[in-house]
């Protein structure tokens, strides 16, 4: 106790800069957790939480029996994939060759480009990628000038993952090299310089020093990643799909979107919703435990 005593009046003013992100969680994490009860009741809001029926696993049998079921699950875990697949690696291949820019000026001014699109709202983004993808767009008038036949792109099914992935490839590739750029910042430059010694060539550096050294930062990034995996954000594809995509473009958050906000089904949304965070906990164990094993590198 009394450690603990001398460690806050050492350490007053780094807990007082903690304190309004531990009021966030309180407030916007943990104080909500209360309502998954709703995912166990047939909540009526007039009634109020203890107020309403019990109805135990019934949401949960009815959204596992559910046509749609294997739908949003395949498109969540197809859309996820691909961007982990295309997008995760972007942040770290922009890193690694803007590190190895010689001007600064050039480095600062791509560096600041790329950042950008990360500020611009998504209602924003959508309205550019709608306006980009009409059948009289510029992407259609590309490929009108190169021969092709122009097509809607945003009613095909099967153009919706492309344009998803591409769009958020681009609007967080260059604020995700943040971190990577610190990392690399990180590593002992007297390796390089013995590097160069012994005859190695950039890439030989890239793959020897510098891919190891941030190895650490990016499995803390992969786990993290892999934690999100089933929370593919609905907010980009509320704004972008329709009737015609849900084949594609329907996921687990635009199902409970719909079913909760559109057809006041508060219980069943919830219920859908509580399913997908405890299969999100239960692959971030499961990754934060294989990196442990492999890498030696975890998040506990």
Known sequence: MISLRKDLTRNKWLYLM???VLVHYIAFHYAPMYGAMIAFKQFV???GIWGSEWVGFKHFESFFSSIYFFRVIKNTVLLSLTNLVFGFPAPIILALLLNELKSSLF?????TITYMPHFIT???VAGIIRYFTL???LINDVIAFFGGERAAFLQQPESFRPIYVISEIWQQVGWGTIIYLAAIAGIDQQQYEAAKIDGATKLGQIWHITLPGILPTVMIMLILALGNLMNVGFEKI????SASIYETA?????????KGILEFNYGYSTAVGLFNSLINFGILLAA??????????SLW
Request: glycine share 2%; net charge positive; no cysteine.
């Open 122 to 124: 998504l209602v924003v």
């Open 107 to 111: 480095r600062r001014i791509t560096q």
């Open 238 to 241: 509320i704004l972008l799909y």
């Open 250 to 258: 329907d996921v687990i958050s635009t199902f409970v979107y719909r």
């Open 18 to 20: 903690m304190l309004p």
């Open 135 to 137: 059948s009289d767009g």
């Open 288 to 297: 934060n435990y294989l990196s442990k094993k492999v890498s030696q590198n």
């Open 45 to 47: 809001p007039a009634r």
